[in-house]
Structure formats: C-alpha cells, structure tokens
C-alpha cells in the first residue's frame, strides 16, 4: 500500500482454525487517532489500550474472527482542527482500497466534534458501524441521520446536561451562573462543555442562565466577575481545570460568598493531575490559606463520574496497559488513574466483538452495519466485571456521583448518586463503609441555600423597601423617644437639685 500525507500501521495475523468447519470472518479494526496529548484519545492515551484489545480479542475469538487493525495516523496532525480537514479523505480512501476484499469493518473515531460528523455520514453511506470514545458532536445523536453510531463516551454532554438539570430542580435552584475557566485545558473539555451546559439550561430546561468566562490567577478579574454572579444568582457552576477551582473557591470567600447563602457546583470527570487536574482544597499549607479554602468548599458540591471499580480484571487489565503506555512515551503517576475515555475502546471492542459473536453463530450477516448497531442497543454488558449500558439510542448512559466534602476531615465523601437507563432516571442516597447515609450538611444552615434571598439579589425588593423603611422609621421614633425621656429625666434631676439647694439655704 503506497502511503503519502498520512501513517497507516497495520497490524494481521490470519489464524488458520476453524469452528464447526466455517472459515473464520475477516475483521478490520480501523482507528483514527491524534499525536500529542491534546485530546482525551490522543495517540499516548489510546494506543496501549487498543493494543491490549488486540491482545485479548485474538486470544478470545482465535477460532471464529481473523482480527487485524489499522491506524490511520499523522504524527503531524496534533489537533482535532487539523484532523477534521484530514478525517474524511483518509477514511474514504483507506475503504476504497480495502473495500474489494470484503472485511468486516469497525470504525473508532478519535472523538473530535468537526470529523465526527463527516466520519458518521461515511458510515451511513457505507454500512459501517462507526464508535465514538468521546463526548462530541452533538448532532450525531440524531440516529436517524447516523444509524451506525454508538457512543460510548463514559459520558454523553447530553447526560451530563440531564444530570445537572436534575440536581438544581431538586433544591428549586432556577437562577444559575456558570463561570468558565478554559486555562489549561489540555485536553479540549471545558470550553465544549460550558457552552452545552450554558445553552441546555436556558433553552432545554429553562434554567435563567449567566456565563462568564474567568482567570482564576487573576484576582481583580476574578473578584469582577463574581461580583457579577452575587447579583444575579446565588447558585455558582464551575467548570475548568481542577487546580483552578481552589483560587476560584478562595476568592469566593474573600467576596464574602461562602457565608451559606451560596453553593457552588464544580464539575470534576475524573481524578487526573496530569490531564484534568485534581479538584481539592488542600495544599500542604504552601500558600498559608488551606484552612481558609477547606472552609470555602463547605459551600461546594462536586459532580463526578462514578469511579470504575477495581475488579481482579480491571486491576490486570490496568497493569498491562502502563507498561504498553511506556511504549508511546507516557509513564503514569503512581495514584494515577485510568483514562476512561481512551478505557471506551475497550469496552467498544468488547461489545461488538460479543454482538458479532451471537450474529455468527445464528448464521446472519456482519456487513450490515445498520442491523448490527441496532442490536448493540436498550443492553447491558459486563466488561472485566463492569455493567456498561448502551440506551435505546445507542448511546452508553453515564452514572454520576455529587459529593462534598466531610465537615471534620475534608475529604470528599459520596452523598447522592444519579444514573439514568433508557429514560428511567434512577437517584440513590449514598451509605458510608459503616451503612449510615451519608446526609448533605448544608454550611452555616439547616437547608440548602435559597434560589433568590427573599429581598432579590441586590436587596431592592419593594416590600423589602417598605419594610426597611418602617424599620428605619421605628428606629428614628424608637431614638427620638429615648432623646426626650433622657432629657425629661435630666431636666427633672436638675430641677430637683436645684429645689433642694434652695430649700436648704432657707
């Protein structure tokens, strides 16, 4: 194959076994990836994982699927901009060329909004189930116009958009303001996200709904726009970086806005120093403020995907993968934690591998990539002892985890947990190690803080008015009462001194 703008590295071993004297079916896993780290499926993050998929489709299906893969790869194409020029011409001449030979083809897209959607109309047009590892484009959730893709994001924007809606109603909270903080956004979330999260709430929900984009390293700008959020709103959303949350929180309290009358609702997918940052209020004291913060965020609530649990798989599974990732250059931190949207292509591979499985030995077709997709739907799968869902609408349902932190310790502790599976929205309480409900504390109150303070934001409610003004009044006469009693009082200790020394010189 004569490669020019772009890196095709195939990888095939035709495996010479049989079961039940059926030839074993060609399968061609086709991947789309980006150099660098500059998405959440960059080629460091995706690449040891889809070689262990490799690894352990082979070894599982050695008898019935021929299984090879193909990276379509430029290690000078960085950004998901550059890709979307690209996407479109590499798939379709990648498929022409391979076409005649007849594999069965899945395509991974590598989770960029502008190539997912041109990638979903190549799929359509050729049948061909398309997986989508990250968050994305919005538009192909309409399944009618792509009915080959699933996504598999270990969270849809949708779903997130869902889950947040549901926790403000749950405290009628109907004023918000989001502030957007898109330094460090190493991985290209924040900003996608605060905008479907700004427009979802005003036009899906009907959520009245403030945006500001802020500098948390910059006092005076930060000060400038949480002034801003004091007079329209005491409900505050945070999304950015987790390192940039803490200066946000800190300058909150110095506004005087973590008195109880606010909350604050941070959103934290996943623990990563390295690519999200950690959201957390403790320093070792380097700055001398930890107490100050560990106070302000008893004002915070944190949205988070629900962790993936540790099974004897996962653990296995997890070891394999670091040492593939030093292969592509990236050594993980010792805490560190798996990506879990580089992790959806695992589970992608697992999925449709079981789909084609049960096709197979029921003798119907694999190139039908609309069918197929269609079968993936409205289950639930269980991957290295994980449940994954895929909704009716071939989407993978999320489950969430709202957190504060613990009043005496201040670490984070579970309160609530949400998950949704196909239209059945589920809300659980969370229960401690000890099987106590862990119970929401509300700072400096016994309830959550209201959505407007009973004189409005700014104090400047009529009846508030005529109240401050009765009050003012009672204050003015209740003073002027206490003047004329001292006087009188005085007056008549005056005259009596003044009466008895003149009867005493008589």
């Not at 499926?41 to 994982?49: E, G, V």
């Not at 999260?197 to 959520?207: M, P």
């Not at 580089?342 to 003798?363: C, D, H, P, R």
Request: aromatic share 12%.
């Amino acid at each position: 194959m004569e490669i020019h703008a772009f890196t095709i590295n195939i990888f095939f071993t035709a495996l010479i076994l049989t079961v039940s004297a059926a030839a074993p079916v060609d399968v061609v896993l086709v991947e789309f990836l980006l150099s660098g780290q500059k998405t959440a499926t960059s080629l460091q993050f995706s690449a040891p994982t889809l070689d262990c998929v490799e690894e352990d489709l082979k070894a599982k299906y050695s008898g019935i699927f021929n299984i090879s893969r193909v990276r379509i790869f430029d290690q000078n194409i960085t950004t998901c901009d550059q890709l979307s020029q690209k996407s479109s011409f590499w798939a379709t001449r990648f498929y022409y060329r391979e076409v005649q030979n007849n594999p069965v083809m899945i395509f991974f897209a590598a989770g960029c909004n502008n190539a997912e959607a041109s990638l979903g109309s190549l799929a359509r047009a050729w049948n061909k189930p398309l997986m989508i590892p990250v968050n994305g484009d919005p538009s192909v959730a309409n399944k009618k116009r792509y009915p080959t893709v699933t996504r598999i994001s270990p969270f849809i924007q949708e779903d997130l958009n869902s889950a947040m809606h549901r926790l403000l109603r749950m405290f009628y909270w109907n004023n918000v303001t989001i502030l957007c903080d898109d330094a460090d956004d190493h991985l290209a979330l924040f900003a996608p996200m605060c905008l479907a999260l700004y427009d979802s709430l005003r036009l899906a929900y009907n959520i009245s709904c403030s945006r500001f984009y802020v500098n948390a390293s910059n006092a005076d700008d930060l000060q400038h726009y949480l002034e801003e959020a004091k007079s329209i709103s005491r409900v505050i959303l945070l999304i950015g970086h987790g390192s940039r949350i803490r200066p946000i929180m800190l300058g909150a309290a110095k506004a005087g806005m973590t008195n109880g009358e606010y909350v604050y609702i941070a959103v934290e997918l996943y623990p990563s120093r390295k690519q999200l940052g950690t959201l957390q209020w403790y320093t070792d004291n380097k700055d001398g403020q930890d107490e100050a913060a560990k106070t302000a965020f008893r004002s915070l609530l944190k949205v988070s995907l629900r962790p993936t649990e540790r099974t004897t798989e996962y653990l296995n599974f997890m070891d394999r993968l670091k040492n593939r990732a030093t292969n592509y250059g990236y050594f993980f931190g010792p805490d560190e934690a798996l990506n879990p949207f580089a992790l959806s292509y695992y589970y992608a591979a697992a999925i449709w591998f079981q789909v084609m499985n049960e096709t197979v030995s029921k003798g119907n077709n694999l190139q039908d990539g609309v069918a197929l997709s269609r079968l993936i739907r409205g289950r639930t799968y269980d991957v290295m002892g994980h449940t994954v869902a895929i909704n009716w609408n071939g989407d993978r349902d999320a489950q969430w985890i709202i957190s504060q932190t613990d009043p005496s310790t201040g670490d984070f502790r579970p309160i609530l947990e949400q998950a949704t599976f196909n239209g059945v929205y589920n809300l659980t309480r969370s229960y401690g190690s000890d099987g106590t409900e862990q119970r929401i504390v509300w700072y400096n109150s016994n309830h959550a803080p209201l959505n407007e303070p009973r004189c409005g934001y700014r104090g400047l409610k009529e009846e508030c008015k005529a109240e401050s003004f009765a009050i003012s009044a009672m204050i003015v006469g209740i003073t002027v009462t206490v003047v004329l009693v001292v006087g009188l009082l005085i007056t008549l200790i005056v005259l009596r001194k003044s009466i008895w020394e003149a009867l005493r010189r008589a």
